[in-house]
């Protein structure tokens, strides 16, 4: 199945249990640049933080071969179902990101990970595992953007989405410093969330908003320079 014919492709069945993530904006958002990288029945391809699922068994339904991978049981749970819902085959390993993986390589890596500044400095628990990242909200994503390199095949590709409150530039840099060429592929600007607007209080004391009403989200995109 090609990107094209995808959009008449019928919606995929996502079942999300309570504590794992629910396809939202920055998945839509992630999907569509996956959507774009011509995705085959001989491309590799590596879910991280893989929550429901959703993401990779649409990479398989485009005929990838696929692996997700999450620290959370739940999720792997979520994601064998929603993949038999969907007909789909795809790996699914419990992990630490790419340490799930040691010595694979993959055509393309997709990636939502958690990014949500914490006023806590105590690891997430719970639910909050799915989107609370540390004071900064680069608890995973300074990691991935490191390890990056090591997974990527030499003409591979990596797609991340995340918020600005954590750094959109930082993200940027961080990648370009670990050998990769990145750029921003996509935006959308949408209202603060429950979590968000229960924080916005810390937020302005850490300096990480202004009018407090929306973020944006980017996804970016990196290669091999």
């Known amino acids: 199945m090609t990107a094209e014919s995808l959009t008449a492709a019928p919606p995929l069945r996502c079942w999300v249990p309570r504590g794992v993530y629910a396809p939202q904006t920055d998945t839509r958002l992630l999907r569509q640049a996956m959507c ?3 995705i085959t029945d001989r491309t590799d391809v590596l879910d991280l933080g893989t929550g429901s699922g959703l993401l990779a068994v649409e990479a398989a339904r485009l005929g990838g071969r696929v692996t997700a991978v999450d620290i959370s049981w739940r999720a ?3 994601t064998r179902l929603n993949a038999l819902l969907n007909g789909q085959t795809l790996r699914v390993r419990r992990g630490d990101l790419a340490a799930a993986v040691p010595g694979r390589s993959f055509d393309l890596v997709i990636t ?3 990014y949500v500044p914490a006023p806590s400095t105590a690891a997430p628990r719970g639910a909050a595992r799915a989107w609370d990242a540390g004071k900064d909200g680069r608890l ?3 990691r991935i953007c490191d390890t990056a390199p090591t997974v990527l095949r030499p003409t591979g590709t990596l797609l991340i989405v995340h918020s600005h409150l954590c750094g959109i530039d930082a993200t940027l840099t961080r990648l370009e410093k670990a050998g990769l060429r990145a750029e921003v592929v ?5 209202p603060y969330g429950r979590v968000l607007r229960s924080r916005l209080a810390w937020l302005r004391e ?3 908003t ?3 009403t929306t973020e944006e989200l980017a996804v970016i995109r990196a290669e091999h320079a």
């Open 36 to 38: 774009r990288e011509g």
């Open 76 to 78: 792997l749970a979520a």
């Open 112 to 114: 939502n990970p958690p």
């Open 140 to 142: 995973l994503i300074d």
């Open 186 to 190: 996509d935006r959308a600007v949408l």
């Open 206 to 208: 850490q300096g990480l």
């Open 210 to 212: 202004d009018d407090g």
